[in-house]
């Protein structure tokens, strides 16, 4: 009898886990074609590796968003804030809706060859479901990871979440720039 | 006060009162965060919570429904699904629901409403506006002293301005109507943004 292998994930990722979410991507498809879509989503991404630059990766492609992992929490929140400032520009002066929520937890995924897996990254993925549009909502998790302050960066509290499939209530924080 | 609960309605009533009331009496309470905050938790009840008016309040839950009556301070409110109902508060309103309704009466202070399905409707808002759905129409009262930011992807957007007031506007829609029928100035800025939705703003 022969046993099934699989590629056990052996090393933790400890970083910042970021979500991002294009809100409206389907609305925005029927009304305006493929074309403009097949746009969009090429100008989403090109902002999005320009901003990385090697501060994070991306770790794969979700269709309308993307999940990232920055080694340093605050790179996670200051690329973030500097992707929404990007976004809200283009989006109003190009008729381009970069309508996009951003969720960021800090955490200790596991490594599945280019992926991460894990409690932290569900928890990431339940916070983007709550931001707004423009937004850069991060955890109290996030928060504590931090090893040094963020010039002209307020974060706001906005209060405990419970989550579906997440023990425990998380506080979470919306980060702004002053 | 914090309120954390999975499923069942939450009732948080802001009355001239100095206690907190909280009701059934089989649910958990604490007071956390170095004693400046109590928590209540209760997993799928209905909780009532009778509080001083004023008070600030957050609530975390899944899948209830959340009332506040009276008056209250700060308001945080996340859910995944259920209607929020606010009556009044006097400071600023976060309120986060993924496909549940959010209806505010009266907002002292910034307002912040977001939901990826439901309808937002935000009566009277004394300052900063920042309400966001995709699906559901949204209905902003604004005294105009403050920035009125709005979202929505198919849903139809009404922004009501107390008399006297001017605002810059900036209004874009891709394939819905736009219409502005309220005196233009300088006193503050009405950026309302859809897909298919259309969009008015008007003096109350």
Same mark, same amino acid.
């Not at chain 1, 951003?102 to 897996?117: E, K, M, T």
């Not at chain 2, 007071?31 to 509080?51: C, F, M, P, Q, W």
């Given at each position: 009898?022969?046993?099934?292998?699989?590629?056990?994930?052996?090393?933790?990722?400890?970083?910042?886990?970021?979500?991002?979410?294009?809100?409206? %991507?389907?609305? %925005?498809?029927?009304?305006?074609?493929?074309?403009?879509?097949?746009?969009?989503?090429?100008?989403?991404?090109? =902002?999005?590796?320009?901003?990385?630059?090697?501060?994070?990766?991306?770790?794969?492609?979700?269709?309308?968003?993307?999940? +990232?992992? %920055?080694?340093?929490?605050?790179?996670?929140?200051?690329?973030?804030?500097?992707?929404?400032?990007?976004?809200?520009?283009?989006?109003?002066?190009?008729? =381009?809706?970069?309508?996009?929520?951003?969720?960021?937890?800090?955490?200790?995924?596991?490594?599945?060859?280019?992926?991460?897996?894990?409690?932290? !990254?569900? !928890?990431?993925?339940?916070?983007?479901?709550?931001?707004?549009?423009?937004?850069?909502?991060?955890?109290?998790?996030?928060?504590?990871?931090?090893?040094?302050? +963020?010039?002209?960066?307020? %974060?706001?509290?906005?209060?405990?979440?419970?989550?579906?499939?997440?023990?425990?209530?998380?506080?979470?924080?919306?980060?702004?720039?002053? | 006060?914090?309120?954390? #609960?999975?499923?069942?309605?939450?009732?948080?009533?802001?009355?001239?009162?100095?206690?907190?009331?909280?009701?059934?009496?089989?649910?958990?309470?604490?007071? /956390?965060?170095?004693?400046? *905050?109590?928590?209540?938790?209760?997993?799928?009840?209905?909780?009532?919570?009778?509080?001083?008016?004023?008070?600030?309040?957050?609530?975390? #839950?899944?899948?209830?429904?959340? @009332?506040?009556?009276?008056?209250?301070?700060?308001?945080?409110?996340?859910? /995944?699904?259920?209607?929020? &109902?606010?009556?009044? #508060?006097?400071?600023?309103?976060? $309120?986060?629901?993924?496909?549940?309704?959010?209806? *505010?009466?009266?907002?002292?202070?910034?307002?912040?409403?977001? #939901?990826?399905?439901?309808? $937002?409707?935000?009566? @009277?808002?004394?300052?900063?506006?920042?309400? @966001?759905?995709?699906?559901?129409?949204?209905?902003?009262?604004?005294?105009?002293?403050?920035? *009125?930011?709005?979202?929505?992807?198919?849903?139809?957007?009404?922004?009501?301005?107390?008399?006297?007031?001017?605002?810059?506007?900036?209004?874009?829609?891709?394939?819905?109507?736009?219409?502005?029928?309220?005196?233009?100035?300088?006193?503050?800025?009405?950026?309302?943004?859809?897909?298919?939705?259309?969009?008015?703003?008007? &003096?109350?």
């Amino acid at each position: 009898m022969t046993t099934a292998t699989a590629t056990a994930p052996t090393r933790t990722a400890d970083g910042a886990i970021a979500f991002t979410d294009l809100t409206g %991507f389907s609305e %925005f498809t029927a009304i305006s074609g493929d074309e403009a879509a097949l746009e969009l989503l090429s100008a989403q991404e090109r =902002m999005i590796r320009e901003a990385l630059g090697r501060r994070g990766r991306i770790v794969k492609n979700l269709g309308d968003g993307f999940l +990232l992992w %920055f080694r340093d929490p605050c790179a996670a929140v200051e690329t973030s804030l500097a992707l929404q400032e990007v976004f809200e520009e283009q989006s109003f002066e190009h008729d =381009m809706p970069l309508w996009v929520r951003i969720g960021i937890h800090y955490g200790r995924p596991l490594r599945h060859g280019r992926d991460i897996v894990g409690h932290d !990254v569900n !928890v990431a993925a339940r916070i983007v479901d709550l931001a707004q549009t423009g937004e850069v909502l991060i955890s109290q998790a996030c928060i504590e990871a931090m090893h040094r302050a +963020l010039p002209g960066v307020y %974060f706001d509290e906005v209060g405990p979440a419970v989550m579906k499939g997440i023990p425990d209530a998380v506080t979470l924080y919306r980060a702004v720039r002053v | 006060m914090r309120v954390l #609960t999975v499923s069942g309605k939450v009732t948080v009533i802001g009355e001239d009162r100095s206690d907190l009331d909280i009701e059934p009496d089989d649910r958990y309470v604490d007071t /956390v965060d170095d004693g400046r *905050v109590v928590e209540a938790r209760a997993r799928s009840k209905n909780l009532t919570i009778r509080v001083p008016a004023g008070m600030n309040v957050s609530v975390g #839950t899944i899948s209830g429904d959340v @009332h506040i009556e009276g008056t209250l301070g700060s308001i945080k409110i996340s859910n /995944v699904s259920g209607k929020i &109902e606010i009556d009044r #508060t006097t400071s600023d309103a976060d $309120i986060r629901s993924i496909s549940g309704s959010i209806a *505010v009466s009266q907002c002292g202070g910034r307002c912040y409403a977001n #939901t990826k399905s439901g309808r $937002i409707e935000l009566g @009277h808002v004394a300052g900063a506006v920042n309400a @966001h759905t995709m699906s559901g129409g949204i209905e902003v009262g604004t005294a105009g002293a403050d920035d *009125v930011n709005v979202k929505t992807i198919s849903g139809r957007v009404s922004v009501y301005v107390d008399p006297g007031r001017a605002p810059r506007i900036r209004l874009r829609s891709i394939s819905g109507k736009t219409r502005c029928e309220c005196m233009q100035g300088t006193d503050f800025e009405i950026k309302a943004s859809s897909i298919s939705g259309s969009i008015e703003v008007q &003096e109350r």
